[in-house]
């Protein structure tokens, strides 16, 4: 579904993707993990296309996207969710939860989304900003659906988080990988990221330097977290 060769991004003057290749398929929860700077978010926005300084392939279902802009990105189907969340704080949930149109026919409704996440219904009315940081999570997550994204770029969802949102969030995730959705995910959280996802890339310098199942994350977890200085 998501094919990545040879990129490299930039910020100025500054390279900060060195060659990057990684395969997402259908269906599909990926993720990347590495140290603060290591490139992650880095990769998401290149992805997105709200890096301008970028070279390689991005291919999305076949198509290349390395040239497009980010609302065009978004037509095809990619969602992205930021680490801030990017709440409107002076509107309402449902105000932020239907800013942007639905783009395509796999959007899915409200009702639908208020299945899934009955705290948005509850909450409809008032100022995202009363919401709880896993509250807010929830509705950044909503928005891509409710636009009609199948790929989701989800960067550190559980960061601040306590564990028994932490688990409501890992809930959240396992339903969408289940209404077929595919997702690539940044997350410092080892236990959370090999109970939901399928395979890690673990990022160093702008690099992929090793790709791990979940048995290799849980063998060698200590010396991981060592690496990420966590």
Known sequence: MLEIRSLDASYGETQVLRGISLDVAEGEIVTLIGR??????????SI????????GSIK???????DLGAERICKLGIGYVPEDRGMFGTLSV???LTIAKP???TAWPLDRI???FPVLKARAHQRAT?????????????????MGSSFLLLDEPTEGLAPVIIDAIGQVVAQLKKAGLTVLLVEQNLPFATSVADRHNLMENGRII???????????????LAHLGV
């Open 36 to 45: 603060n700077g290591a490139g992650k978010s880095t990769t998401m926005k």
């Open 48 to 55: 997105m296309g709200d890096i301008p300084r970028r070279t």
């Open 60 to 66: 999305f279902k076949g198509q290349e996207i390395i």
């Open 94 to 96: 449902l105000e932020n």
């Open 103 to 105: 783009q395509n026919p």
């Open 114 to 116: 208020f299945t899934l």
């Open 130 to 146: 009363t919401l709880s940081g896993g509250e807010q999570q929830m509705l950044a997550i909503a928005r891509p659906l409710y």
């Open 210 to 224: 090793r790709t791990l199942t979940n048995d290799d994350v849980i063998r060698e977890e200590g010396e991981l």
